[in-house]
């Protein structure tokens, strides 16, 4: 089995800055990407960003240049630096993870969430 555990919601003002965290345990061979997506209210969920093995990045139109997403020495650990929130930003935030386990199946992972309020 492989999880991910997520830290580093919590409540901000606009204008302020979050750094998530998440970190992938278990029968890992080796992660392919992560990513953190987020889903609020009455919206589908939606990818924010997202890290290659081979450090790629890639960024939603509405969060470029206030978004950096980066993995851990480890490589089983990826953030999420948020800087100038919106109120629009308010979401759950959830890490994902493509892996290969060390029976070489391929698996999707999500982490249980964590909300994120964008407010005064």
């Known amino acids: 089995q492989v999880q991910l555990v997520e830290s580093g919601g919590g409540l901000v003002q606009p204008g302020g800055s979050l750094r998530l965290s998440c970190a992938a345990s278990g029968s890992i061979f080796s992660i392919n990407a992560m990513g953190w997506y987020r889903q609020a209210p009455g919206k589908e969920r939606e990818l924010v960003a997202a890290?290659?093995?081979?450090?790629?990045?890639s960024y939603a139109d509405s969060v470029k240049g206030r978004v950096t997403i980066s993995r851990g020495n480890a490589k089983n650990t990826v953030y999420l630096q948020m800087n100038s929130l919106k109120p629009e930003d308010t979401a759950v935030y959830y890490c994902?993870?493509?892996?290969?386990?060390?029976?070489?199946?391929?698996?999707?992972?999500w982490g249980q969430g964590t909300l994120v309020t964008v407010s005064s």
């Open positions: 994902n993870a493509r892996v290969h386990t060390l029976a070489m199946r391929f698996l999707e992972v």
């Open positions: 890290i290659t093995s081979g450090d790629s990045t």
